[in-house]
């Protein structure tokens, strides 16, 4: 495409000026050489009319937030057709999410339970399927399905996940703490199934996430429940005083908050360790719950026996 840009009147006087101005042509010049002088020819014949050429148009649309929302619910139909047996269309389901991730997230809202089981099943079922689909498929289908779903078979899904692929399993746990859409029925459930040993590395692993002060709330059941199995390594026992130390105040009402007070304060009162009795005289005494009674007797207790 073409536009004509002329000048205005006034600035043509300018223009002859600075051309008279302009020094006589110097062949020498490596410029000059190159495009020789039929610019200044074509200068002095254009004063009145400039015609620049534009790059040529592109008809290609930017790809719009709206676009991608439409490419991915219409290659979600081809998957949630109930005449199609999902499994037979695994190897393009495979294809069509590693380009498109996202579309596992369609999937996990909209397919038919049975047939999501189906899929979960054929996945824990079969040897060699490709790790970057199963990267994908734990990070966004498994957490929006168990956020849907909230089932007994989503308990089974995380603890046979967590046998066969524990590294898979991490990616979507890390998203279904993170969520405070998805309830807690199935993470509890979960956590009852494991053996301390293994309670102490996920409560590691949780302690690495850097919660924030919500997810630590709407997680703070399930914390709990895993502290009071697990085996209490230095690394928990710093974990779990961190979060007695930042949240008292947002928790201060919550009676899960002083069970977790109350257990840190038994552990280290039944292995004798030296504590910091003033900071946690302060942190019990600002909460309000049943529990700050007999955390601050057991604190007493051990301030005793350290006389």
Same mark, same amino acid.
């Given at each position: 495409?073409?536009?004509?840009?002329?000048?205005? =009147?006034?600035?043509?006087?300018?223009? %002859?000026?600075?051309?008279?101005?302009?020094?006589?042509?110097?062949?020498?010049?490596?410029?000059?050489?190159?495009?020789?002088?039929?610019?200044?020819?074509?200068? &002095?014949?254009?004063?009145?009319? $400039?015609?620049?050429?534009?790059? =040529?148009?592109? *008809?290609?649309?930017?790809?719009?937030?709206? &676009?991608?929302?439409?490419?991915?619910?219409?290659?979600? %139909?081809?998957?949630?057709?109930?005449?199609? +047996?999902?499994?037979?269309?695994?190897?393009?389901?495979?294809?069509?999410?590693?380009?498109?991730?996202?579309?596992?997230?369609?999937?996990?809202?909209?397919?038919?339970?049975?047939?999501?089981?189906?899929?979960?099943?054929?996945?824990?079922?079969?040897?060699?399927?490709? #790790?970057?689909?199963?990267?994908?498929?734990?990070?966004?289908?498994?957490?929006?399905?168990? #956020?849907?779903? !909230?089932? #007994?078979?989503?308990?089974? $899904?995380?603890?046979?996940?967590?046998?066969? @692929?524990?590294?898979?399993?991490?990616?979507?746990?890390?998203? $279904?703490?993170?969520?405070?859409?998805?309830? !807690?029925?199935?993470? !509890? *459930?979960?956590?009852?199934?494991?053996?301390?040993?293994?309670?102490? +590395?996920?409560?590691?692993?949780?302690?690495?996430?850097?919660?924030?002060?919500? %997810?630590?709330?709407?997680?703070?059941?399930?914390?709990?429940?895993?502290?009071?199995?697990? !085996?209490?390594?230095?690394?928990? %026992?710093?974990?779990?005083?961190? @979060?007695?130390?930042?949240?008292? *105040?947002?928790?201060?009402?919550?009676?899960?908050?002083?069970?977790?007070?109350?257990? @840190?304060?038994?552990?280290?009162?039944?292995?004798?360790?030296? $504590? *910091?009795?003033?900071?946690?005289?302060?942190?019990?005494? #600002?909460?309000?719950?049943?529990? /700050?009674?007999?955390?601050?007797?057991?604190?007493?207790?051990? /301030?005793?026996?350290?006389?």
């Amino acid at each position: 495409m073409s536009y004509i840009w002329t000048f205005a =009147p006034e600035s043509k006087a300018l223009l %002859q000026s600075c051309l008279n101005a302009a020094g006589p042509q110097d062949e020498s010049n490596k410029w000059f050489q190159k495009f020789g002088p039929q610019n200044l020819d074509l200068i &002095n014949k254009t004063i009145d009319t $400039i015609v620049v050429n534009d790059s =040529p148009e592109i *008809d290609d649309k930017p790809a719009t937030q709206e &676009n991608q929302d439409e490419d991915i619910l219409n290659a979600a %139909q081809e998957f949630l057709d109930p005449e199609i +047996d999902i499994i037979s269309k695994f190897g393009d389901l495979v294809e069509n999410c590693k380009k498109t991730p996202k579309l596992l997230e369609d999937l996990a809202k909209n397919l038919p339970t049975a047939t999501a089981e189906k899929l979960f099943k054929h996945i824990l079922d079969t040897k060699d399927i490709s #790790r970057d689909f199963l990267t994908i498929f734990y990070k966004y289908f498994t957490p929006h399905y168990i #956020r849907r779903e !909230n089932s #007994r078979f989503c308990t089974e $899904i995380l603890l046979e996940t967590y046998k066969k @692929y524990p590294v898979h399993f991490k990616l979507a746990f890390k998203v $279904i703490l993170k969520d405070l859409e998805v309830q !807690n029925t199935v993470v !509890n *459930d979960f956590i009852l199934h494991l053996e301390p040993k293994n309670l102490t +590395d996920l409560l590691e692993f949780i302690s690495d996430l850097q919660l924030s002060s919500e %997810q630590f709330c709407h997680n703070l059941f399930t914390i709990l429940t895993a502290y009071k199995t697990c !085996n209490k390594t230095d690394i928990i %026992q710093n974990y779990i005083l961190s @979060y007695l130390k930042t949240y008292p *105040d947002t928790c201060s009402s919550d009676k899960n908050f002083g069970k977790l007070m109350l257990a @840190y304060l038994q552990n280290e009162k039944a292995c004798k360790n030296k $504590i *910091d009795c003033e900071l946690l005289e302060g942190i019990v005494e #600002r909460h309000k719950s049943p529990f /700050k009674r007999p955390c601050l007797s057991i604190l007493k207790e051990i /301030k005793d026996g350290n006389l």
